[in-house]
């Protein structure tokens, strides 16, 4: 049985290893803290806009269990919020734990507090990665599923500092690319007004430190949204990395999603403002302890790659998620850790790789982004399913559905039913 060895276990690397164990492969994840999910432990917006046909391609496609864990997990489903539909808000705290009960039970190995910072390589082939404590995990092919976001000095330099978030780089190290340790020159996103990276766009409050109306609202609606008199508006809108949520309505009100905490859909506000406002009296920040003043800040590595997915210049390496380039988000996310897994093992078998048809959302997201980014412009901008220039592109081509049976259907005459439920004969 061939070895893929995914190096990152947010979103996009589970993805990654769930498809590459369907394919027929031995898989292991190593990941740098003690928990899955990344990014993804205090996100939770899912099925918003176009997201909802991408999750339906990927399940059609055979490999929706990621899909079908946030589906049951979710606190609230099918909601609306300003330039949002049919959203589902997973549970922060419940799915992380879902998620690795799941991997254990297709038998992918899974190896906390491993955070690889060396590989050894042959003639450009990696033959196994190791972390700072020695180490060491050997395979046929490599999934880079690192992320963008951190380390420290990243989010000093380009932010507001370290907001203490929940990637936690102090105590558990902060990122390091497995495509920069191979030696291949990564990309940085920017702003519009050309600055680089990007702040997330949400941060979460302490449920409980919020007015019982608040709660109720949250409880009952899964949203709340509070107009703010003009006095205590905050403008971060530019500063986002989720452009599907610069919209001025998220400027002008405080818009609270409940995915276990209270999501605050901004990438930061001043604690002592936000507590002028009814009902925000006692409020605190969840994640990022000092989102009163900052967040994190991602987009810092992305690697070259083909739309396959591997790595450009690179042998047995494939990337995924927002190593992956400019796409954001947890859909965003699995789509392309699920095509990398598959690809990886058909690599390691020597066997030719795929590509998901352009006619299906999910495939023409991963080629148009590679295509934007080879313009300045484009390395300014985000691409997500649920908003801003892909979702209308998605729109514009006809690809966004929310009917089911209709996305089905394309999958299957693009001959793609059940691609990834297949192991890949040798
Ligand atoms: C605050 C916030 C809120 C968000 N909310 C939403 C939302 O509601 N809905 C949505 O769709 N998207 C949301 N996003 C965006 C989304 O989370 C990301 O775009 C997506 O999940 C990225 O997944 P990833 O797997 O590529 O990267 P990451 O989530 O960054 O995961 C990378 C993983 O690799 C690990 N790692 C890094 N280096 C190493 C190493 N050397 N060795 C081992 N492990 C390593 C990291 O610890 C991490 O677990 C949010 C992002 C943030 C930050």
Redesign the pocket.
Known sequence: MKKVIV?????????AAISARKAGAEVTV????D????????????R?NG?YTAAEEIIAMGCGDLFEICDKSSRHINIEFPGHKHAN?YDVGKTPGQVMRHLLKLGIKVVFN????KIATDNGRILS?E?SRGNIYEGDVFVD??????PIKNCTKYGNGCAM???RCPS???????TG?AGIEESMGGKADGSIGAM?????LYKESLSEEIQKELKEKGVAVIPLPKDLIEDHLDAK??QQYALPQFRDNIIL?D?GHA?LMT?YYNLETLRKIPGFEDARFE??YAGGKG??M?YFAMAPRDNYLKVEGAENLFC?????GL????????V??TLAGHNSVRYALGKELITIPEGLATGDAISYVKEEMSKPEGMTKKY?F?GSVYFERMKDLNLYSIDSAEIWKRVEEYGMKNIFARAIEK
Do not use: Q, Y
């Not at 928990?35 to 899912?46: A, C, F, P, Q």
């Not at 599923?145 to 951190?150: E, I, L, P």
């Open positions: 190096v990152g276990g947010g979103w996009a690397g589970c993805a190593l990941e740098r803290m928990m899955l999910l990344g990014t993804g432990l205090v996100g939770g917006i899912m918003n997201r808000l491993m955070r690889v910072s990665v972390d599923a690192t992320g963008t976001a951190g978030c929940i990637l558990f190290g902060g990122r390091v690319s497995l340790l997330s766009g949400s941060c979460k990395a989720c999603l995915t999501k990438p994640d990022p967040n994190s991602r995924c998620g927002e190593k992956a796409l954001v988000g947890h859909t965003e996310a699995i392309t850790g997500t649920s």
